[in-house]
């Protein structure tokens, strides 16, 4: 769409010498599913906008050792949060995959599930206020069209330059910062983005807060979709 991406087709029409005709973002469904009731329950015994959820979608499976950094960044914020994550190489379950004593420290607070959950429903619950995913191109959409603060853990090619979009571009999420030796982060890391995301009071956490509720207005219009898909049509007919 022209809003976000309206100088890399300027571009692209320059250096091709053809026109370049948009057919608008895929933004996911307004309507809203009941959430599962054991979620519903869990997440209702915290404050609004406290929990941070964690999800890296369908393709990424992570390996022990960074499984157990994450769930031990997440432990090391202090806040509520919900992850939800395939078991990692080499593991049959993510019970199994746990640092030792870590379920005893983080109960009553924190979850790690190895399932499938309701991601839009889940960041659509009050009690959710920031978004901890790998920049796919469905949590991207989802996560702009959320109220709740982003933060980026790219592990794809595509993922990485949508990434690249949001936090460095619209400056509407942080991205977890990675050790320069290797190609994964710190629980150290991971916990000083969310903690900056989070804070009211960071510089960091009111930019992305303040651009993120710009650029969802814009994505929320009525008809924007929709203009965008009829443009397409006319376009195709007037060449």
Known sequence: CRELEGSLCDYIAREYHKPVFLTGPVLPESEKEDLQEKWA???????????????????????????????????????????????????????????????????????????????????????????????GFGSMWESLMSDCQIVLVPHLADQILNTRLLAEELKVAVEVERDNKSTWFSRESLCRAIKSAMDRDSEVGGLIRENHAKWKEVLASPSFMGDYIEKFIQDLQDL
Do not use: D, M
């Open 41 to 135: 329950n869990w997440l209702k015994g915290f404050e609004p906008g406290t929990v941070v959820f964690c999800a890296f979608g369908s393709q990424v499976v992570l390996e022990k050792q960074q499984f157990q950094e994450l769930v031990l960044g997440f432990e090391l914020t202090g806040l509520p949060f919900l992850i939800a994550l395939k078991p990692p190489f080499g593991t049959t379950s993510v019970e199994e995959a746990l640092p030792e004593g870590f379920e005893g420290r983080i109960r009553g607070r924190g979850i790690v599930y190895g399932g499938w959950v309701q991601q839009p429903a889940i960041l659509s619950h009050p009690s959710v206020g920031c978004f901890v995913n790998h920049c």
